[in-house]
């Protein structure tokens, strides 16, 4: 199984920018398409982005879209999702997940339940 481990996370004033990496090791992680998940408690585990695994193409949720990107160096498997305008409303726990078997290279999978690897998460905090 591929390993998942998140960084990056931290406290921010809203309006600032965090940005979190995910090192992922594995001998075809770069055959994964890859997501972003958070959840804040109390809440269900939802998306925030995901990324085929071609790079070619991305999905966002409706709430962060115009304020995240998501990307990826297949090369280095580095999954980073850049953050920007953070809002009191996105502090979670931020998860990245992979799926191990996409039916093409540029399929990106949206549900929870479709991924095969979990990381541990990184706490995000923005304060208002």
């Known amino acids: 199984q591929v390993q998942l481990v998140e960084s990056g996370g931290g406290l921010v004033q809203a309006g600032g920018s965090l940005r979190l990496s995910c090192a992922a090791s594995?001998?075809?992680?770069?055959?994964?398409?890859m997501g972003w998940f958070r959840q804040a408690p109390g809440k269900e585990r939802d998306i925030v982005a995901g990324i085929s695994s071609s790079g070619r193409s991305t999905y966002y949720a409706d709430s962060v879209k115009g304020r995240f990107t998501m990307s990826r160096d297949n090369a280095k498997n580095t999954i980073t999702l850049q953050m920007n305008s953070l809002k009191p409303e996105d502090t979670a726990v931020y998860y990245c997940a992979a799926v191990r078997s996409p039916r093409t290279a540029i399929v990106v999978v949206t549900q929870a339940a479709e991924y095969d690897d979990w990381g541990q998460g990184t706490q995000v905090t923005v304060s208002s």
């Open positions: 594995g001998r075809t992680a770069s055959r994964y398409a």
